[in-house]
């Protein structure tokens, strides 16, 4: 039986979306001037780590810590200098370290480059290292944080859905082996942007389509004998994404064969073969 994942905060809207299918994001590579998609509340201020969010390596530390605390995501999947001792003490064996955590959000955050782009604008994290830790622009750049922080949960936590037996075995599946954690991350990043780019934001939209890619690419690791390092982490991540792009096609078929079908009337058009939610 898979684990049930706990989300973290859900994140407080500056606009009402009642009566919306899905929030009017701004297009993709347009600029921000402030956190694009939607505003999150910054409940716990990290004014001491300011500095992380100037710059691409120093965002995946700030949002692995994140993603390790109580309640999120990797809550117990992560070797934390703190737990350490716990750990071994009621003989838990979490699979990473938090090193490799941060690896695995900087890859992610490397294949999503329009959405780091939209939450930390170059002249907001220049108007942060002029203005300092409590600035306004420092302020916007830990609601971008937060929010990337935020989508890669839902990632990962669609990941544990599709996944269950896999989340919670180290020994008989890839997705915590060196080069399936690889792949996936790289696959996240893709999956976040591309959500972004089609305003599916919510942990639905990630749940439907990790669900599409489990059920065309098992991780068995009895499937991947003889694969590993940076050569098995291409192979599964062109797997991973052949197996998305099967989803895609197959519903957009389905879609435009059912649209063909129907008997729409001389002043009215098929609906958008994209899913509005």
């Given at each position: 039986?898979?684990c049930?994942?706990?989300d973290?905060?859900?994140a407080?809207?500056?606009?009402?979306y009642?009566?919306?299918?899905?929030?009017?994001?701004?297009?993709?590579g347009?600029?921000?001037?402030?956190?694009?998609?939607?505003?999150?509340?910054?409940?716990?201020p990290?004014?001491?780590?300011?500095?992380?969010?100037?710059n691409?390596?120093g965002?995946?530390?700030?949002?692995?810590?994140?993603?390790?605390?109580?309640?999120a995501?990797?809550?117990?999947?992560?070797?934390?200098?703190q737990?350490?001792?716990?750990?071994k003490?009621?003989?838990?064996?979490?699979?990473?370290t938090l090193?490799a955590?941060k690896?695995?959000v900087?890859?992610?955050?490397?294949?999503?480059?329009?959405?780091?782009a939209?939450?930390?604008?170059p002249?907001?994290?220049?108007?942060?290292?002029e203005?300092?830790?409590?600035s306004?622009?420092q302020l916007?750049?830990?609601?971008?944080?937060?929010?990337?922080?935020r989508?890669?949960?839902?990632y990962?936590?669609a990941?544990?859905?599709?996944?269950?037996?896999?989340?919670?075995?180290?020994?008989g599946?890839i997705?915590w082996?060196?080069?399936?954690?690889?792949?996936?991350s790289?696959?996240?990043?893709?999956i976040?942007?591309?959500?972004?780019d089609?305003?599916e934001i919510?942990q639905?939209?990630?749940?439907?389509?990790?669900?599409?890619?489990?059920?065309?690419?098992?991780?068995?690791?009895?499937d991947?004998?003889?694969?590993?390092s940076?050569?098995?982490?291409n192979?599964?991540?062109?797997m991973?994404?052949e197996?998305?792009?099967?989803?895609?096609a197959?519903?957009?078929?389905?879609?435009?064969s059912?649209?063909q079908?129907?008997?729409?009337?001389?002043?009215?058009?098929a609906p958008?073969?994209?899913?509005f939610?």
């Amino acid at each position: 039986m898979g684990c049930i994942m706990t989300d973290i905060a859900p994140a407080r809207s500056r606009f009402d979306y009642a009566g919306l299918a899905r929030p009017n994001l701004p297009a993709a590579g347009a600029p921000a001037s402030v956190p694009p998609l939607i505003s999150v509340v910054t409940a716990e201020p990290r004014p001491d780590d300011a500095e992380l969010l100037h710059n691409s390596n120093g965002r995946a530390e700030w949002i692995a810590a994140e993603l390790v605390k109580a309640g999120a995501v990797f809550d117990g999947k992560v070797h934390v200098p703190q737990a350490k001792k716990l750990a071994k003490k009621v003989g838990a064996v979490e699979p990473i370290t938090l090193s490799a955590l941060k690896a695995i959000v900087s890859i992610t955050l490397r294949e999503m480059p329009r959405v780091e782009a939209q939450c930390f604008p170059p002249e907001v994290v220049l108007a942060a290292i002029e203005g300092g830790p409590h600035s306004a622009s420092q302020l916007q750049l830990e609601q971008g944080a937060r929010l990337i922080t935020r989508m890669v949960s839902y990632y990962w936590s669609a990941v544990a859905k599709a996944y269950p037996e896999a989340w919670d075995d180290r020994h008989g599946f890839i997705l915590w082996q060196s080069f399936g954690l690889t792949a996936l991350s790289k696959f996240g990043g893709r999956i976040i942007q591309e959500r972004v780019d089609e305003r599916e934001i919510m942990q639905q939209y990630f749940d439907t389509a990790l669900a599409a890619v489990a059920a065309r690419m098992p991780l068995d690791v009895a499937d991947f004998a003889g694969v590993s390092s940076q050569a098995g982490a291409n192979q599964v991540y062109s797997m991973l994404l052949e197996a998305n792009s099967e989803h895609g096609a197959a519903f957009t078929e389905l879609v435009d064969s059912l649209a063909q079908t129907i008997d729409w009337g001389k002043a009215a058009s098929a609906p958008s073969p994209l899913p509005f939610g």
